[in-house]
Nanobody, 127 residues
Framework: QVQLVESGGGLVQSGGSLRLSCAAS????????MGWFRQTPGKAREFVAA????????YYAESAKGRFTIPRGNAKNTMYLQMNSLKPEETAVYYC????????????????????WGQGTQVTVSS
C-alpha cells in the first residue's frame, strides 16, 4: 500500500504561483511513477503532469506545458508540482497519484492508469 498526502494548495491571484507537495509513505516511493490530476465539480478528473519512477522523464498536459513543472531532485518520498502563471479556470482540487504496474506509460494521462490517490488539495485562482 501507498499513502499519499497533498499539501500546498490555497488562494492565489491570476498570474501567480503555487507549489504543491505530495508526501508518500508505505511501499518504496522510488519504484512508482507518479502523476498530478485536477478536478472541478461536475467534470472528469483531468491529467496535469506525470513523472517516471526514475525521475528521468516528465510528461505534461498541453495546457500545463511551459508553466508547470515537476522539479527534479525531489526530497525523499515527496513529489512536487510547481505551478506558474496560474489562470482562474485552473481552480480545482489537485490530486497526486501513484501507479504500481508495468504498463503505466500507455495510460500515464488517464485516471485509470493509477492505483493510489491522495485526498486532494484545493487550488483557487482569483481573477
Amino acid at each position: 500500500q501507498v499513502q499519499l498526502v497533498e499539501s500546498g494548495g490555497g488562494l492565489v491571484q491570476s498570474g501567480g504561483s503555487l507549489r504543491l507537495s505530495c508526501a508518500a509513505s508505505g511501499r518504496t516511493f522510488s519504484n512508482y511513477p507518479m502523476g498530478w490530476f485536477r478536478q472541478t465539480p461536475g467534470k472528469a478528473r483531468e491529467f496535469v503532469a506525470a513523472i517516471t519512477w526514475s525521475g528521468d522523464n516528465t510528461y505534461y498536459a498541453e495546457s500545463a506545458k511551459g508553466r508547470f513543472t515537476i522539479p527534479r531532485g525531489n526530497a525523499k518520498n515527496t513529489m512536487y508540482l510547481q505551478m506558474n502563471s496560474l489562470k482562474p479556470e485552473e481552480t480545482a482540487v489537485y490530486y497526486c497519484a501513484a501507479a504500481y504496474r508495468t504498463n503505466w506509460y500507455a495510460s500515464r494521462a488517464l485516471k485509470g492508469g493509477y492505483d493510489y490517490w491522495g485526498q486532494g488539495t484545493q487550488v483557487t485562482v482569483s481573477s
